[in-house]
């Protein structure tokens, strides 16, 4: 769907039709989650739209010290849209970050990051264009308990899906008995699906906010879903998964329910995935096909591959970057951890989907998930993937077989390197290689996310004893 304004001008056209009378400034943080305040309409003025909005980056974790806290906001006014769930009339406007010390868009603000990628992309000479699509999985479940004291830690999620509930006495309904089961989810119709008309909500309200919706479904696992958008460039794709995933959550929560992109909230069944399709194109032409290559795939496609393999240890600390989502990264649960590439096998890390012809062609990374902040995933990707077709990097394959079912040994004696097995040797990879994002990403940033992250998921990960760990341990 096409912009709702172009300029400052239409904006004013734009909430003058629609009765606004708030406008919501909206940023992202560097874990990728959303920030805002909001103005009275008649308090936004031009010069605000254009020179920015001050705010405090020293309230934002891993930005700003307290004696140089002062930051400002710059509105992107053509992100401009709708908000579709406050009570008042409300317009949002996405922004980016901008350093008043240094006078440059802000160098840990994740949107301003990536759009500096795309610039690099542009002088690198490949391509001056790069599209993704993100494929974001969800939960929906009914209900979620969560503790997590000195002595005692548990967590405990539900949805009338779960097969768990069999012989649960339901208070207000019946037990129907009809669910998908582990690994049964995949397209089943009502009643086994149960969230057809909350999805649909969800498909709505997405073509509201400026998403051009293509379909959706029940996803493998139960209580999972999955809508899928349209691909954008590297900024409005960021920028869709933000808002697609601000309205997969209100709709759940206006509808008593609860939305989660967690990568792996049930232990045995699938986790959820931000599997993402990439190409870059120069001119107008998209520099991934070449007819009668295997999968149609050019040189530069299977370097941009090799490029993201060769650096992927590290450029998981911002696809995978969080404890929970090594969890996900196991064979045998659609999330593959094997890296090589193979035409429509979704046991490798790269697919190829199917595709006839030059504006199809394409490359899916499959290991990504979405507690990944979408603007520094997409970017870590695109610099590792330049840096491959700079380099002539090779990957490894195509491998065409069930890679779930090959044992360590097998994986080892071919030589197929694989994902980091957890987030500290993803960020201890980022520590020892990130040459390939410097171009874009400054060693002040790459220092303070990788710390941030230390800080905030490893540490108090690796420092909590577990229910399995009480299990396996208690009596030793």
């Known amino acids: 769907m096409g912009k709702f304004v172009n300029s400052i001008v239409e904006f004013y056209e734009f909430c003058e039709e629609n009765e606004v009378k708030y406008v919501d400034f909206r940023f992202t943080d560097i874990k990728g989650v959303w920030h805002h305040i909001s103005y009275n309409l008649s308090a936004v003025s031009k010069d605000m739209l254009a020179d920015g909005i001050p705010f405090d980056g020293s309230s934002i974790d891993a930005w700003q010290p307290i004696n140089e806290s002062d930051m400002i906001l710059k509105p992107d006014v053509p992100t401009a849209f709708m908000d579709p769930f406050t009570a008042d009339s409300t317009i949002i406007v996405i922004c980016d970050v901008y350093d008043i010390y240094k006078n440059e868009l802000y160098e840990k603000c994740p949107r301003s990051i990536a759009k500096k990628a795309l610039q690099h992309l542009k002088e690198s000479g490949i391509g001056d264009e790069v599209y993704f699509g993100p494929e974001n999985e969800f939960f929906i479940f009914d209900d979620v308990k969560i503790k997590d004291d000195v002595n005692s830690a548990f967590y405990q999620v539900d949805s009338s899906e779960g097969g768990w509930n069999d012989s649960t006495d339901f208070i207000d309904d019946l037990n129907t008995g009809h669910r998908p089961r582990i690994k049964g989810g995949y397209f089943p119709v009502q009643p086994i699906d149960s969230m057809v008309d909350l999805r649909a909500e969800m498909m709505q309200v997405l073509e509201e906010v400026g998403l051009e919706v293509m379909l959706g ?260």
């Open 217 to 476: 479904h029940h996803e493998v696992a139960q209580a999972q879903g999955e809508i899928g958008v349209k691909y954008g460039d590297i900024i409005e794709a960021a920028d869709n998964v933000q808002k697609y995933k601000y309205v997969v959550k209100m709709v759940a929560h206006l509808n008593g329910k609860t939305a989660t992109f967690m990568p792996k909230p049930l232990m045995g069944d699938n986790g959820n995935g931000m599997h993402c399709h990439q190409s870059i194109w120069k001119n107008g032409k998209n520099i991934f096909y070449k007819e009668g290559e295997y999968a149609n795939l050019s040189d530069e496609a299977r370097h941009y591959i090799g490029g993201v393999f060769k650096h992927a240890q590290a450029v998981s600390a911002f696809t995978n970057p969080s404890t929970n989502s090594y969890k996900r990264l196991i064979p045998g649960f659609e999330a593959p951890s094997i890296l090589t590439y193979s035409s429509q096998n979704r046991s490798a890390s790269c697919r190829i989907p199917y595709g006839a012809g030059e504006a199809s062609t394409r490359v899916e990374m499959r290991f990504p998930d979405s507690s990944a902040c979408p603007y520094l995933a997409f970017a870590a990707m695109l610099l590792a993937g330049l840096d491959g077709i700079k380099n002539k990097y090779e990957p490894v394959g195509p491998m065409n077989e069930d890679l779930f079912e090959l044992s360590l040994a097998e994986i080892r004696k071919k030589g197929i390197p694989q994902m980091p097995h957890t987030l500290r040797e993803a960020l201890e990879a980022l520590i020892a290689d990130n040459e390939f994002l410097q171009p874009v990403m400054s060693d002040m940033f790459i220092d303070t996310y990788q710390n941030y992250k230390f800080e905030s998921q490893v540490w108090p990960d690796e420092s909590r004893p577990t229910a399995f760990e009480f299990k396996s341990t208690y009596s030793c």
